[in-house]
């Protein structure tokens, strides 16, 4: 009943910016959260950061002061990724939970989007 669609992957280099953008599709009646997770080979996939229904923010470690989370709107999550480092390549996952239009909860991830950072 939801679909995740996640843009903005791309390769940068060592340095450099990107932002990603996760849409929602669907009969979607409120999101209580949004987030942002990456999984690089061979790893587990990991949060990167997220944000709330109330505008709250948290982030990985890894992530605090180079990237910004925001809701761009009640369907739409940015990730703004500054002075990326090749250890941030991964894919991005964006994920999402909240109410459908008729009641039901809801908990869906997207596809994913490829970042590269090359030194």
């Known amino acids: 009943q939801v679909q995740l669609v996640e843009s903005g992957g791309g390769l940068v280099q060592a340095g450099g910016s990107l932002r990603l953008s996760c849409a929602a599709f669907g009969s979607i009646r409120s999101i209580n959260y949004m987030g942002w997770y990456r999984q690089a080979p061979g790893k587990q996939r990991d949060l990167v950061a997220t944000?709330?229904?109330?505008?709250?923010t948290s982030y990985a470690d890894s992530a605090k002061g180079r990237f910004t989370i925001s809701r761009d709107n009640v369907k739409t999550v940015s990730l703004q990724m500054n002075s990326l480092k090749p250890e941030d390549t991964a894919v991005y996952y964006c994920?999402?939970?909240?109410?459908?239009?008729?009641?039901?909860?809801?908990?869906?991830w997207g596809q994913g989007t490829q970042v590269a950072v090359s030194s």
């Open positions: 944000v709330n229904s109330g505008g709250t």
């Open positions: 994920n999402a939970a909240g109410t459908l239009a008729w009641g039901a909860p809801f908990e869906y």
